[in-house]
């Protein structure tokens, strides 16, 4: 039986080259596998909406927080100012005390038996005995006014302590939401920058149909609640003709006392009457002339808003203070249904009420939507609303 030769071994070479194809392949494996599909149009849109929507409840709770910080800045404030002027009472306490106590060690150093024996005028000295009892009694009501003010100092300065430690808990959380909206607002602004004019111009055009579609669906909503309305005003007006005819064919058993039932009951969600006097009007009159300003994220005004920072501009404008933040204004005021609307009313967006806006009629309202976006009017169907309130 032969021997079996070995393969020899692969020369450098071709070790090298096989190596070569191998990383290759690998590679070309490998971007294979990870390429990604640019981006479509719907899905930077969907993205940068994402992200907006994110910034504004950030927005939000930057607004809360910077109210709270003024609020303990106020506090803290106040709080130093008394721990100063108790300071200040104290020291004159100490004063006076060592004033008392000096002239108290003066007169006190000898018995008063053995000074009363030396002494050659007795009532002389009984005299002074008395004013020596009196610097006693003013030592001792010195003394507990220098303890009161002391516990009282004390407390101060601890309320002092607290309220300054909650000051720099809130601005290290202010400093948090305000990274988180710039961050936000950074990525959206990235993928937006990736766009050519013409894909962003077409991101714009859908904005506007879609505005547009919710709008018409509104405005469809509206004319069918009014059909839906009338129809029910008419069956009723048809049904009292009816009562009323009958009535009269039988007037034998028509009550004297009860008059024609030939008014209709009132439609369901009839308006409630407008606020009296002008407060509304100078609250829409106000959100009017603001159309065409910038947002501005934290801003209250006079050249840019955010949502709660228009509203709150607007009701001053009608010598009303409204809270700072929109989950806040949400608690202010009367409930109101959708029907029930009138102009002047605060309309809320979004399950957490991060959005808000003055609303003017029609179905309509005036809003500061987001960063990039001026103060327009939008149909309340546009975004998903919540309720309203009447503050």
Avoid at 29 to 48: F, I
Avoid at 275 to 296: D, E, N, S
């Amino acid at each position: 039986m032969g021997k079996r030769r070995k393969p020899s071994p692969p020369s450098r070479a071709r070790l090298a080259v096989l190596t070569t194809a191998v990383a290759g392949g690998a590679v070309l494996a490998s971007g294979t596998a990870h390429a990604e599909p640019a981006p479509t149009l719907a899905s930077v849109k969907e993205q940068v909406d994402r992200l907006n929507e994110e910034a504004e409840q950030a927005i939000e709770r930057f607004n809360g927080f910077q109210e709270k910080q003024q609020k303990l800045q106020g506090e803290a404030n106040r709080i130093q100012e008394k721990v100063a002027r108790g300071q200040d009472a104290m020291n004159e306490l100490r004063t006076q005390l060592g004033v008392v106590g000096a002239e108290q060690y003066r007169n006190n150093g000898i018995d008063p038996g053995i000074q009363l024996m030396l002494d050659s005028d007795p009532a002389s000295y009984l005299g002074r005995a008395s004013v020596q009892d009196q610097v006693a009694g003013s030592w001792t009501s010195l003394l507990k006014r220098a303890q009161d003010e002391q516990r009282k100092l004390d407390q101060e300065r601890a309320e002092a302590a607290t309220t300054l430690a909650d000051l720099d808990a809130v601005g290290a959380s202010l400093n948090a939401q305000k990274n988180e909206i710039q961050g936000k607002l950074a990525q959206s602004e990235a993928l937006l920058n990736k766009l050519s004019a013409e894909e962003r111009a077409k991101i714009n055009a859908q904005e506007a149909a879609d505005k547009a579609k919710a709008a018409a669906q509104q405005a469809a909503a509206a004319e069918r609640a009014k059909a839906a309305e009338k129809e029910a005003a008419d069956k009723a007006k048809a049904a009292a003709k009816e009562t009323a005819g009958k009535g009269a064919a039988t007037p034998q058993t028509a009550s004297p006392q009860t008059p024609a039932a030939n008014t209709p009951p009132p439609a369901a969600n009839t308006p409630a009457p407008p606020a009296a006097g002008g407060r509304a009007a100078a609250i829409v009159q106000f959100a009017y002339a603001q159309l065409g300003k910038p947002y501005g994220w934290s801003k209250t005004g006079p050249s840019s808003f955010d949502c709660s920072g228009l509203t709150g501009a607007a009701y001053r404008a009608a010598d009303v203070s409204l809270p700072r933040t929109s989950q806040e204004q949400w608690k202010v005021g009367t409930r109101i249904g959708r029907g029930d609307l009138q102009p002047g009313d605060l309309v809320f967006f979004y399950p957490d009420l991060h959005h808000v806006g003055v609303y003017i009629g029609d179905g309509k309202m005036i809003h500061a939507p987001r960063t990039g976006k001026n103060i327009e009017v939008l149909s309340i169907g546009v975004m998903p609303y919540m309720g309203a309130v009447r503050p």
